[in-house]
């Protein structure tokens, strides 16, 4: 039998939420606004399945280039390259 390797494989421990936590403002998390070249720390919340980025960004800052939508694309290096993702501001967090 071959095993499933999906979107969400080797993460659960990034991807569960605590009990206790619950929805911690949901509605005001979707509705934050950033501006071009603020820092953003990527914090994926399991809860909202539109717009994850991929969890093995999950804790990486970057840099806000533009909007595509709703979603915000986010400026990161990855070792030597510069890379480009797609994320919902429910996943993003301001870097003070």
């Not at 501006?35 to 970057?62: C, F, L, N, Q, W």
């Amino acid at each position: 039998m071959k095993r499933s390797r999906g979107f969400r494989s080797k993460s659960r421990g990034k991807l569960t939420k605590k009990v206790r936590k619950g929805m911690t403002n949901l509605i005001t998390r979707a509705m934050q606004e950033y501006e071009e070249g603020e820092k953003v720390a990527i914090v994926i919340d399991p809860s909202v399945h539109r717009g994850m980025p991929h969890p093995r960004y999950h804790g990486i800052t970057g840099e806000v280039v533009g909007k595509q939508g709703r979603a915000y694309i986010i400026k990161i290096k990855d070792r030597k390259k510069i890379k480009h993702l797609i994320s919902f501001p429910e996943h993003l967090r301001k870097v003070t």
